[in-house]
């Protein structure tokens, strides 16, 4: 089985917007769609709520977009922007396109909207491309995700689980990572999900396309 360290997976989505033409928002919506078709397997009948905790990166992006998704099948989805993204990238453009359909929900109200232990709870606060442990209110959002986590709820990480360096499969030194029950990650699984300390944060790992070609397609790449 092929697998990507962090560096490769950059690599990846360089190459397909360089040679393959694809834009990154693009590869954003169809990476986000697959995961929202996931979730949908995951759900219970009748679907629960689903809240999305979005980071600032690219990861956030997903997040809303999933959220999105996951409205239009009829699902009820909140995301919470725990960062702003930055202006002028694909994050934002999907955080505009969540906030135009009144999905958005402070974090302060998230405890109180998602009580309902039924409530799935999607990690989408930082990718692959993080390389130290997350601090401020990312740290925060990671030890309540953890909290509910331990109590039963559901909780689905985006490509990794935050905190989780994504080369070694432990937490960046000094931090933790989300415990998720289950991963859905982009292209192809990461290098460190094969790492013992790597089980209790990864959960039950999916691989999601984005879109873009397969691995051994893409030229002088991963």
């Given at each position: ?5 962090r ?24 990476a986000s ?8 397997r ?16 690219n ?164």
């Open positions: 089985m092929q697998t990507l360290t560096s490769q997976a950059a690599e990846y989505d360089r190459q397909c917007s360089k040679h393959w033409a694809i834009p990154s928002l693009a590869l954003m919506a169809h769609a697959e995961c929202a078709l996931a979730v949908l995951a759900l219970s009948s009748p679907a629960p709520r689903v809240l999305v905790l979005c980071g600032p990166g990861n956030g992006g997903d997040g809303y977009a999933v959220a999105r998704a996951l409205h239009s099948h009829g699902v009820e989805t909140r995301a919470c922007a725990l960062l702003q993204p930055l202006p002028g990238g694909d994050a934002a453009v999907m955080y505009e396109a969540a906030r135009r359909l009144d999905l958005l929900l402070p974090w302060a109200a998230c405890d109180s909207w998602s009580a309902s232990p039924e409530c799935v709870l999607i990690d989408a606060l930082l990718g692959t491309g993080v390389s130290r442990a997350p601090d401020g209110v990312l740290a925060d959002a990671i030890r309540w995700l953890n909290t509910r986590s331990a109590a039963g709820a559901k909780v689905i990480a985006i490509d990794v689980p935050s905190g989780l360096d994504a080369d070694s499969g432990a937490p960046f030194a000094g931090g933790d990572a989300v415990c998720a029950s289950r991963t859905l990650t982009m292209v192809a699984m990461k290098s460190g999900f094969a790492a013992p300390s790597a089980r209790k944060f990864v959960g039950a790992a999916e691989v999601m396309s984005i879109g873009g070609p397969p691995l051994d397609r893409v030229p002088s790449a991963c």
